[in-house]
């Protein structure tokens, strides 16, 4: 029963973060046609607060909604590798289920393949960077006497890495593969793919890497 309970938590969690990305996305490109800046700043203040509310939210049970951070988790012995592996699976599947009711939401086709291609090495490296300072930002933040501050502090670092990184800090697979379900401002088209999920899981080894250093005691799970 405890494993049903944190799935569903990632899966919805994990459904209402794509909601958020997508759909303030297609409402930036609506409300600011002519101002790509003006909609990349919609869309990271709505992606940020969001966290900080579903972190909270959803803290209690489970709250990682990132297969990098939930195969780091795994790594550092918080929860099991097979529990790990349902986790994941949740956060893919609430991950292209937020997509589609975005896409619905403002009355388009539930699911209309990205054309937007991504890549380049100043993006590539911008996943690594990105996904590098989200883990550690996550479990740096697990490690203070106040818990509740991992969704303040995860909430602001994307924010501003939607800023800071060339590739607007996607760092999450299950988020870059529901982006590719819809063909709007915060899409990404399949073929760019593999290539940011690579860079993305470099970004969580080096991560991994930096945490045993910096904190050699294994913290208990919660």
């Known amino acids: 029963m405890t494993l049903l309970r944190q799935a569903v938590a990632e899966l919805v969690g994990t459904a209402f973060l794509v909601t958020a990305v997508v759909g303030s996305g297609i409402a930036a490109q609506r409300l600011s046609p002519d101002d790509t800046g003006l909609q990349l700043l919609e869309n990271s203040i709505a992606t940020g607060a969001v966290l900080v509310a579903l972190i909270l939210a959803f803290q209690p049970v489970s709250a990682s909604f990132n297969p990098v951070v939930t195969a780091v988790e795994a790594a550092l012995g918080r929860v099991s590798v097979p529990t790990a592996g349902v986790l994941v699976?949740?956060?893919?599947?609430?991950?292209?289920?937020?997509?589609?009711?975005?896409?619905?939401?403002?009355?388009?086709?539930?699911v209309s393949v990205s054309t937007h291609d991504r890549g380049g090495s100043g993006q590539l490296l911008g996943e690594v960077v990105a996904t590098l300072g989200l883990v550690l930002v996550v479990f740096g933040s697990l490690r203070s006497a106040r818990v509740e501050t991992v969704a303040f502090a995860v909430g602001g670092y994307i924010a501003a890495a939607y800023w800071f990184t060339s590739s607007t800090s996607f760092a999450n697979p299950a988020v870059t593969l529901a982006r590719t379900l819809s063909d709007t401002f915060a899409g990404i088209a399949p073929s760019?793919?593999?290539?940011?999920?690579?860079?993305?899981?470099?970004?969580?080894?080096?991560?991994?890497?930096?945490?045993?250093?910096?904190?050699?005691?294994?913290?208990e799970a919660p």
């Open 89 to 110: 699976v949740a956060q893919v599947v609430g991950g292209a289920v937020g997509a589609v009711v975005a896409n619905l939401m403002f009355e388009l086709d539930a």
């Open 192 to 219: 760019s793919v593999p290539l940011f999920v690579l860079m993305q899981l470099v970004g969580g080894v080096l991560a991994l890497a930096l945490l045993r250093l910096l904190h050699p005691q294994p913290q």
